[in-house]
């Protein structure tokens, strides 16, 4: 596996996921930071550098978003939307891990360039190993996307 640190933005609403999602990937990876946005809202700020996260401009983007569907304030499909509109976020791998059973949410996340959807299992083992191979593809088998220089900072 690639060395870390490792950044996560972890899109996700439900405590008692968001709980999982972090064991599951901190057992898988040491050096793994998980940052929560409890709200489609919130991750839009983080990821934009807005609102109470304006003073994050020098920070890098994270090197994985794991972005659930069904969240408050802003849905999932729109941050998604917002991501690939724009160029400073339009490469960040991004994989929907979500209770949905519906085809057309799978649809509509492709259609929006999500890099893979997983339907959340509802066993606790195997949610576990979901998210740790989901973490094991995207930190350390796929080839990081070059970091960039966070949202508003010129490059030279």
């Known amino acids: 596996m690639e060395q870390g640190p490792f950044f996560v933005l972890l899109v996700e609403d ?3 996921d968001e709980a999982l999602v972090h064991r599951a990937l901190r057992s898988m990876e040491p050096n793994c930071i998980v940052l929560v ?3 489609g809202a919130e991750a839009i700020d983080y990821l934009f550098r807005t609102g109470p996260f304006e003073g994050l401009k020098s920070q890098p983007h994270p090197d994985l978003v794991i972005l ?4 408050p304030k802003v849905g999932g499909l729109d941050v998604l939307k917002r991501i690939r509109e724009h160029e400073e976020t339009r490469l960040l791998p991004v994989v929907v891990f979500s209770s949905s059973t519906e085809q057309a949410d799978v649809d509509a996340s492709y259609h929006l360039g ?11 083992d195997q949610f576990i190993e979901a998210v740790r191979l989901i973490g094991r593809y995207w930190l350390g088998f796929s080839r990081r996307v070059p970091r960039r220089q966070s949202v508003g900072e010129a490059e030279e």
């Not at 659930?68 to 969240?71: A, E, I, Q, W």
């Open 14 to 16: 439900d405590i008692n």
């Open 37 to 39: 946005a409890r709200d």
């Open 68 to 71: 659930d569907l069904k969240l």
């Open 114 to 124: 999500v890099n893979s959807f997983v339907q959340k299992p509802l066993e606790y």
